[in-house]
């Protein structure tokens, strides 16, 4: 698929940029109408975007408090590792360092929000036309692209009218396609693809928290495409979407126990019982899930958590996976963070599976351009079914490939 390029490339463009965010990254936003056109290193295209889809990573390290310190937990350097965010958590103790890794799903308070240089873009998820391909890269100019941008998982550049993308990050739409859904895979989908597809076989019993949201909507999805049976939780609300997209079993947090309805599973009649095979979390609140998930796991199953919030709850939990011991009270189960690692033979895998119909992109809202605080604010009500969508260009090339 290809797309007109600008010929010739025009000096400026229009950009969201922030430099503070009290208050709220949504309220800080403004739109710069003469920013600079990026400048791509070797190994990424200049890309123009056609839109954007939002992720909760777009704001929160952006808007964590600078002062999350205790006594207990000094939070130190943060190192880039794959192109992943890793950011390491120094516990000190008998006056030794011991370093112990695996915030990978939540971005260092305080040190995230300065290693943003500002002005900063947020946005991550794009889809695009290549406008100046990396060098020995397949890709040309006008090929239509989707993937992540930009050079930091902090503030990727997506809501402005040019990005970059590095030669892993990006890859070609498939034919048949549409440039709107392939928008929304992004972080979601790589994030929904690494916690799942390398850890399961057909048949295998996979439990998803959080199975209406950006990433689970496409967790729920990959599961069933390897043939799995997935179980998974949502609202009420929500119910009936989850099993479209493909859920065995949903278990409405509104009405019942989600941790209550995993054991009575595990622990029923001999016939009836079973044990999950997999397991991953994108929520992130229920600590107890993360205590207790060897009660509903195979011995060697993973307990993957991906949601998580940048507090001080969230670190005590995390301090307790890491360090505690299990014989006073840590988990018992094989608990794992993840980061994506972008690799674009997974971004294309997912688009071959949209393109055969077995994966379909879920969109709560599409925002215009003009509109990017807006749908910011909306992302941070945490009740969107699928992904939120900014149109950058999505109206003009769609009125240009008529």
């Not at 889809?127 to 692209?145: D, E, H, Y």
């Not at 009218?161 to 928008?183: K, L």
């Not at 879920?362 to 807006?374: L, N």
């Amino acid at each position: 698929m290809t797309a007109v390029v600008p010929s010739p490339l025009p000096s400026t463009m229009r950009a969201w940029q922030y430099s503070r965010t009290a208050g709220g990254l949504e309220k800080n936003l403004s739109l710069n109408t003469s920013a600079a056109l990026p400048t791509p290193k070797p190994d990424q295209h200049l890309v123009q975007v056609i839109a954007a889809a939002l992720n909760p990573v777009d704001y929160k390290p952006a808007e964590i408090d600078t002062s999350f310190q205790t006594p207990f937990v000094r939070l130190s350097t943060v190192d880039y590792e794959a192109g992943c965010l890793v950011t390491f958590c120094t516990h000190w103790c008998s006056g030794k360092k011991e370093k112990y890794a695996d915030f990978k799903n939540s971005p260092v308070p305080g040190i995230a929000r300065f290693a943003i240089a500002k002005p900063a873009t947020p946005g991550l998820d794009f889809v695009g036309t290549i406008v100046r391909p990396a060098p020995n890269s397949p890709l040309k100019a006008g090929q239509l692209v989707f993937g992540v941008c930009g050079t930091t998982p902090l503030a990727g550049g997506a809501l402005r009218e040019f990005s970059v993308a590095g030669t892993a990050s990006a890859v070609a739409i498939p034919e048949g396609v549409a440039p709107i859904d392939a928008a929304t895979v992004g972080v979601a989908g790589l994030t929904a693809y690494q916690s799942i597809v390398p850890h399961v076989k057909s048949g295998d019993r996979v439990f998803i928290n959080g199975g209406s949201g950006g990433t689970g909507v496409f967790g729920i999805q990959f599961a069933k495409a390897l043939g799995c049976h997935v179980t998974t939780t949502c609202s009420t609300g929500n119910v009936e979407l989850c099993k479209t997209l493909g859920a065995d079993q949903v278990v409405d947090y509104k009405k019942e126990s989600v941790l209550e309805a995993l054991l009575l599973k595990a622990q029923g009649e001999e016939d009836r019982r079973w044990l999950f095979d997999h397991a991953v979390d994108n929520v992130g609140s229920d600590g107890e899930l993360q205590l207790r998930c060897h009660e509903f796991l195979r011995p060697a199953a993973l307990f993957v958590v991906v949601g998580g919030e940048p507090t001080l709850k969230y670190a005590a939990q995390t301090l307790k996976r890491v360090v505690w011991p299990r014989f006073l009270g840590g988990v018992k189960g094989n608990v794992v963070g993840i980061w994506p690692e972008q690799k674009a033979e997974d971004f294309r895998r997912i688009g071959q599976w949209m393109q055969e119909g077995k994966v379909k992109a879920v969109v709560d809202t599409r925002f215009p351009f003009e509109h990017a605080p807006q749908a910011i604010a909306k992302l941070k009500l945490g009740r969107a079914r699928g992904k939120i969508v900014v149109d950058v260009a999505l109206e003009t090339y769609s009125k240009a490939s008529a």
